[in-house]
């Protein structure tokens, strides 16, 4: 009853309308539907019910900042841990170990018989000699702290608009090296634009005005690793997306480029061809997102010479651009203001391309999930489009994992929650058969995160916080996924390992949930617990990463036996 009531409600005020006037004299501010933002959800249509359980409001709007108690909900954030066939190896807390509270990526590199793991946001990046697990060293420490976090300034670790992108290092045979491609693109936590109006983009003009005419490069950079601190970086190249530029290897920083630069982790694995998420240029504008003013497509890339990479082709949905009128208004979402649409992640490709892949798997926020054809990079084409149910407000399609597919055919689509207090639809880990790739279809959905009885409360919802997937980490992690096995971030229900082993009857096999906060944590990041995931297959350790440090955990029943020490070789390339 209450999900067909839920199903209901969001039919009924999402119901595409018809175009309407916007305040925004910017051109590609999307003005094809009428403003049919959601209104606040009435308290008494969601929370704890009798047997336990939390039922999800139907629809929000985005509301990031505030507070939304609700009857059962803990008075304070819950600073207890809760463990199940798992085991802390080592915690490491304090701001060494907490480059931002918010979001981190990741990546491992080996020099010189060491291990050394790079968890970095933008300007705040940190290097850690994790070699013996129980024993990590910092080794780098990148900030900006001294000119108040300012990307327009130049510091001792920074020059002036650089930082440290989402990035992929692969080993590069004809260079004999690790080379690192980093993305750059536009920052999503600005000042110009708010999610509200009337400074969200449609009704601000000034400030997305401002937000369009802020130098530096939307692309990416290609580097040449010879250590593990940024003073072994060597630039190889600077490429612009932005497709209005005469020459992307020659681009002018000191002005404004357009688009949205490289989006997240480029999918590079060292060889000839790399996929990139990136709106090339202003007019990939269809997104109701209040703050972002692009709506991502996907870009391939001849990187056979790492120091001259040369675009091949770009693909995009119909309605991303200004003046696909016809297809954007066909989308349920159309006018709420408050949906993401568009890529967040770059393509999520079970094979390369250089094995004989052909298939990759794209998640495109409110758009879906897509099929492409990528076994001719030049011309990438579509194979298939499946609508996901509408998940407003929050992310609703971020991360596809196919470390599976290979070996069953399944595919786990997700997006991940962006308010607390569960106020928002909750985010299903959708279980997708992809085994005929012309028709793909959705054919379950992973187990919700229950707590254990000893936590004095029946859902996660409860223990405040936001609630739900993040992601399983990267293909970049070392040593070969292993099969069955999906661990996902989940926010405040911690480090979640599923078995998918069998497919219709997928299980939780061991979790790790972290206290909420620790001593150095701003109280403003309380809600934001366990966002990251990031495991060493190679070495059977996963690394959790918190809004207060980061864990070493293993697990012999999840993992296998773990190897706290030197690994046994060197991580070079990704494997499939």
Request: proline share 8%; net charge negative.
């Amino acid at each position: 009853m209450a999900a067909a009531v839920a199903a209901a409600v969001t039919a009924t005020l999402l119901v595409p309308g018809v175009s309407g006037a916007s305040t925004a004299a910017d051109p590609n501010i999307p003005d094809v539907c009428a403003d049919r933002r959601p209104e606040p959800a009435d308290p008494g249509s969601y929370g704890m019910q009798l047997d336990g359980t939390f039922m999800h409001p139907a629809l929000t709007p985005v509301d990031e900042e505030s507070d939304h108690p609700f009857p059962g909900r803990n008075k304070e954030y819950d600073t207890r841990s809760y463990i199940k066939n798992m085991k802390v190896e080592a915690a490491y807390e304090g701001t060494d170990f907490t480059p931002d509270y918010f979001h981190t990526w990741q990546n491992i590199v080996d020099f010189d018989g060491r291990r050394y793991l790079f968890q970095y946001d933008r300007s705040e990046g940190r290097v850690y000699d994790i070699t013996d697990v129980k024993h990590v060293k910092v080794v780098e420490k990148l900030s900006r702290e001294d000119v108040d976090d300012d990307e327009t300034r130049a510091n001792g670790d920074w020059a002036a608009n650089d930082y440290w992108g989402a990035s992929t290092i692969q080993w590069n045979k004809k260079l004999n090296a690790y080379v690192m491609v980093q993305s750059f693109e536009s920052k999503r936590q600005i000042s110009e634009l708010s999610d509200h109006p009337p400074m969200d983009k449609y009704n601000n003009p000034e400030g997305v005005k401002k937000l369009r005419a802020k130098p530096g490069l939307k692309g990416f950079k290609v580097y040449r690793l010879d250590g593990p601190r940024k003073k072994d970086w060597k630039l190889l190249s600077t490429v612009s997306t932005d497709s209005t530029q005469s020459d992307p290897l020659n681009s002018n920083l000191a002005k404004a480029q357009q688009g949205s630069g490289s989006i997240d982790v480029p999918y590079w694995t060292g060889e000839k061809y790399m996929f990139i998420a990136t709106a090339p240029d202003d007019t990939y504008s269809g997104t109701e997102y209040p703050t972002n003013l692009h709506s991502a497509g996907y870009q391939s890339w001849d990187m056979s010479d790492p120091a001259h990479p040369k675009l091949l082709d770009t693909w995009h949905l119909p309605g991303q651009r200004t003046g696909e009128d016809a297809a954007y208004k066909k989308n349920p979402r159309c006018g709420n203001r408050t949906s993401w649409m568009g890529a967040r992640m770059p393509l999520l490709i079970p094979k390369p391309v250089e094995k004989g892949g052909r298939y990759a798997f794209a998640a495109m926020g409110g758009y879906g999930l897509t099929v492409l054809d990528i076994s001719d990079p030049s011309n990438m084409r579509t194979v298939s489009h499946l609508d996901l149910p509408a998940s407003v407000a929050g992310t609703e399609g971020d991360n596809i994992d196919v470390s599976q597919y290979e070996k069953t055919g399944m595919i786990y689509y997700s997006g991940y929650p962006l308010t607390e207090d569960c106020y928002e639809p909750y985010k299903d880990v959708y279980q997708i058969d992809a085994k005929d790739p012309e028709h793909p279809r959705v054919v379950g959905v992973l187990p919700r995160p229950a707590p254990p009885k000893s936590a004095g409360f029946t859902d996660y919802c409860q223990r405040r916080g936001s609630f739900g997937p993040k992601r399983t980490g990267y293909y970049t992690n070392p040593g070969r996924h292993s099969t069955g096995t999906l661990g996902y971030g989940f926010y405040n229900a911690g480090v979640q390992f599923f078995d998918v082993s069998d497919p219709a009857a997928p299980k939780i096999d061991a979790y790790f949930v972290p206290k909420a906060y620790g001593a150095d944590t701003a109280d403003y990041a309380y809600g934001n617990q366990t966002h990251g995931v990031y495991v060493e297959w190679d070495r059977n350790i996963a690394w959790a990463l918190t809004n207060h440090g980061i864990y070493a955990l293993s697990s012999k029943k999840v993992l296998g036996k773990p190897d706290l020490n030197r690994p046994a070789k060197p991580f070079r390339n990704s494997q499939f």
